[in-house]
T-cell receptor
Framework: KAGVTQTPRYLIKTRGQQVTLSCSPI?????VSWYQQTPGQGLQFLFE???????NKGNFPGRFSGRQFSNSRSEMNVSTLELGDSALYLC?????????????FGQGTRLTVV | QQQVKQSPQSLIVQKGGIPIINCAYE??????FPWYQQFPGKGPALLIA?????SEKKEGRFTISFNKSAKQFSLHIMDSQPGDSATYFC?????????FGPGTRLSVLP
């Protein structure tokens, strides 16, 4: 059974640009959550999608957005990139969502904003 | 009430030692408590998890102890090895909430 796949693994973008990250969950999993991980802030929750609907949202500015497709694959978009957006972006998939079910992480996308 | 507190922030033990990482939560609606292990450059990997109907769960060298009344849970690593050196995150989940602790960086010296 394939794990959670995130693409690309590494990205370098210039300040002001936008970026789209992709996450393919484990087959049969309908929930995808996104996290930002930085050395100083740990794992910060961005948002969760379940059945193509955003179900939960963390405390991030509107420049961070996402969507989920009918096959449960999810994309995350960051517009008008800032230097502080440099981080490891992780997605996690679970069968039914955050409540009491196992969540599995992808390898992450390392975004560097220069 | 949504936070999970984790301590210590970092931990150094000798090979064979038993590092203990502690977590505490406030929200009594949490009903699932996983631990994740993360190596540099990798995503967190689910290590072991417990539900509040048991007080202890053991998988290999990893043991979770759970104290429901104190709203605390901890991870013990028996006979620790240098390969266990990683960052460990506790988490708590319930309803539609999934909250992570800030992480503990463990170093096991050979």
């Amino acid at each position: 059974k394939a794990g959670v796949t995130q693409t690309p693994r590494y990205l370098i973008k210039t300040r002001g640009q936008q970026v789209t990250l992709s996450c393919s969950p484990i087959s049969g999993h309908r929930s995808v959550s996104w996290y930002q991980q930085t050395p100083g802030q740990g794992l910060q929750f961005l948002f969760e999608y379940f059945s193509e609907t955003q179900r939960n949202k963390g405390n991030f500015p509107g420049r961070f957005s996402g969507r989920q497709f009918s096959n449960s694959r999810s994309e995350m978009n960051v517009s008008t990139l800032e230097l502080g957006d440099s981080a490891l972006y992780l997605c996690a998939s679970s069968r039914t969502g955050a409540g009491g079910t196992e969540a599995f992480f992808g390898q992450g996308t390392r975004l560097t904003v220069v | 009430q949504q936070q999970v507190k984790q301590s210590p922030q970092s931990l150094i033990v000798q090979k064979g030692g038993i590092p203990i990482i502690n977590c505490a939560y406030e929200n009594t609606a949490f009903d699932y408590f996983p631990w994740y292990q993360q190596f540099p450059g990798k995503g967190p990997a689910l290590l072991i998890a417990i539900r509040p109907d048991v007080s202890e769960k053991k998988e290999g060298r990893f043991t979770i102890s759970f104290n429901k009344s104190a709203k605390q849970f901890s991870l013990h690593i028996m006979d620790s090895q240098p390969g266990d050196s990683a960052t460990y995150f506790c988490a708590a989940s319930g309803g539609q909430n999934f909250v992570f602790g800030p992480g503990t960086r463990l170093s096991v010296l050979p």
